[in-house]
Structures are given as C-alpha cells and as structure tokens.
C-alpha cells in the first residue's frame, strides 16, 4: 500500500515537473555573463540571445557579472534556482578555474548541467598602435628585453587573455607587467587610449578595432590564417609554438529539468543555424559548432577533457590564484 502511495507521488511529480517543463519559458531568461559588457563573451552571448528570445517566446536577457577571471558570476548561476530562468554563458575559463583558485566556490562538472557549445573563438596578439615593436619576432624580442615595463591587459586569473599571457610568458621566459580587468571590452578601450601596452584577445574583441587601425596586431592563434583579417600570420607561422581556441558553452545550474534542458539545447541550436549569426560570427573571425556539439552530451566531454589539459599546463606554469 505505502509503495502504491509513493508510485503514485512519484507519478504526480513527474506529471507536474513535464506540465512544468511543456509552459516553459513563461517568463523572460537571464543569461549570465561573467565578464564586461562589450567584450568578447558578451558579444556571442548577445547574438545568440536575440535569436533565442525569439524562438522561445520570451526576452533573454544578458547580464554581466564581471569579476575574478569569470568565477563571481559563474558563481552566482551555480548556486541560482534551477528553473531554467538563470543560465550562463561562458568559456574556457570553466575549465581553467578548478586548477587556477585554490578556493572555487562550485564544481564546474557537478554544479552545473550543461546545454551545448557555442564556437571557439581564436585568439589575437594585439597592442597600442603606437607600441614599438612591429612584428611577432619584434615583439617577441621586446618582451624579453624590456620584461616588466611591458604591461600586458587581461581579464582576470582564468580569462582567456590571463592563460594566453601566460603562455606568452613561458614562451619568452619573462614576466610582464599583468594588469587584470572585469572584462576584456575595457580592458580594450585603454589599449586603444594607450593607457596599456597589449593584450592577447578572441577576435570577437578585436577584430573591427585592427581593421579600423585602432590597435596593431601581430599574430592569431588559429592552426590556419583567417578568412576576415588574411594578413594577419598565424603564431606558427610567426615562429610562436602558442595556439589556443576559446570555446563558449551554455549552461544551468545543476538538476535542472531535463525538459527544460531539452528545449534550451533546441533554441541554442536555432540560434546557431541563424544566417545572421552565422555571417556575424564570419565577420569576427568564428563559426557556431555543429548541431551535434550544441548538446549536453559534447559540452561535458569537451568540459571534463579540457579540466584536465589546463590541469597540466597550469601547473606546470605555477601560476595559482587565491
Ligand atoms: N575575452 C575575455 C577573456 O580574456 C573575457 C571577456 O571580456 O569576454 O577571457
């Protein structure tokens, strides 16, 4: 009799959570950013939401929790209700962090579930346009001999620019001058104002400024040249052994509804099949990931792989933050 009562609660929950799940979104979506607004994660995040507002019925709106190399504000969606209103979107620093902050207040692979991939953004080695050094191997040189009076921009421990600083240094074996930001987008603005010397960013934060002649630019950290900024070398070329992509995913807190889950991964799908996305992303140097890798399923293969080659790279490099 008790297990006939229980079944039947069981029944009525799982009933009452697919109900749930079928009127879901019934009320607009927050998507967190971790850094600035105008940088580079904002920037995918604010394309992919316009195009997923309007296939699930209600605003998805962006906001940005800039702080701590993107650790404050995933810090805030893990312990967010579970109700598929508060997601985040972030990037490779999900998978740096673990190693980087000897004290994470979450667990990338247990406190969230995941949605799908974004893109991978590659990266690019630009400074003030009036810095001296004019080549990859001139600037390569300069760090050497000029070391700490060279300031280098990133957005805090685990940002993407913090670890492509980091691998900059170990490459010429000097130590620069790090100036950590909330975000990459200020982070450029005082690059362009010539306030700060340099900074390795995705290209979806610097790709209109080299155009426009805004910022010099020296290399990109893609395996092959890119179609929208062709003469630009890649690193290897250059003679640089640094290459590095920055994926983005999607995510919710951990137990969220499977239902939910399913129909945020549909709506992330649309968006990267949107022409305007796609010919947006062209433009800043990126393409949106297959259908098959917008899923849960790659976005924690993708997430638990990476945990364990930043693990290594980190610690051999030694850099920890508190
Ligand atoms: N691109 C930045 C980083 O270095 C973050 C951002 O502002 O989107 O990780």
């Not at 009127?23 to 940088?39: L, M, R």
């Not at 790709?207 to 290399?219: C, D, F, H, L, N």
């Amino acid at each position: 009799m008790k297990k006939t009562i229980a079944t039947l609660a069981l029944a009525t929950l799982a009933l009452s959570g697919t109900a749930f799940a079928q009127a879901y979104p019934t009320k607009p979506i927050t998507v967190v950013v971790p850094f600035s607004a105008g940088g580079p994660t904002d920037t995918v995040a604010r394309l992919v939401a316009e195009v997923m507002s309007g296939d699930l019925g209600q605003q998805v709106v962006v906001q940005n929790v800039g702080g701590a190399g993107g650790t404050l504000g995933a810090g805030q969606v893990a312990t967010a209700p579970n109700d598929g209103y508060t997601l985040l979107l972030h990037h490779i620093g999900m998978s740096t962090a673990p190693t980087l902050y000897r004290s994470l207040p979450y667990v990338p692979l247990t406190d969230f579930a995941t949605i799908g991939l974004i893109t991978s953004v590659p990266m690019t080695l630009v400074a003030r346009k009036d810095f001296e050094p004019n080549t990859l191997e001139e600037l390569l040189a300069y760090i050497k001999t000029n070391g700490e009076n060279v300031t280098y921009a990133h957005a805090g421990i685990g940002s993407a620019s913090q670890l492509c600083g980091m691998l900059l240094m170990e490459s010429t074996q000097t130590v620069m001058t790090t100036v950590p930001y909330q975000g990459a987008g200020p982070a450029m603005t005082d690059i362009i104002g010539g306030q700060i010397d340099m900074i390795c960013d995705q290209t979806t934060n610097t790709t209109s400024q080299i155009q426009a002649g805004e910022v010099k630019a020296y290399a990109v950290t893609s395996p092959e040249r890119l179609a929208n900024l062709p003469d630009l070398p890649t690193t290897k070329e250059a003679g640089l052994d640094l290459e590095i992509g920055v994926w983005h995913g999607l995510y919710a807190p951990a137990g969220t509804d499977p239902a939910i889950i399913e129909r945020l991964e549909t709506s992330l799908q649309a968006a990267l099949t949107n022409e305007t996305v796609i010919a947006r992303f062209a433009e800043l140097g990126t393409a949106p990931v297959t259908a098959e890798e917008a899923t849960p399923a790659a976005l924690t293969e993708m997430l638990t792989s990476q945990i364990e080659l930043w693990r290594g790279v980190i610690e051999a490099a030694g850099v920890y933050a508190e």
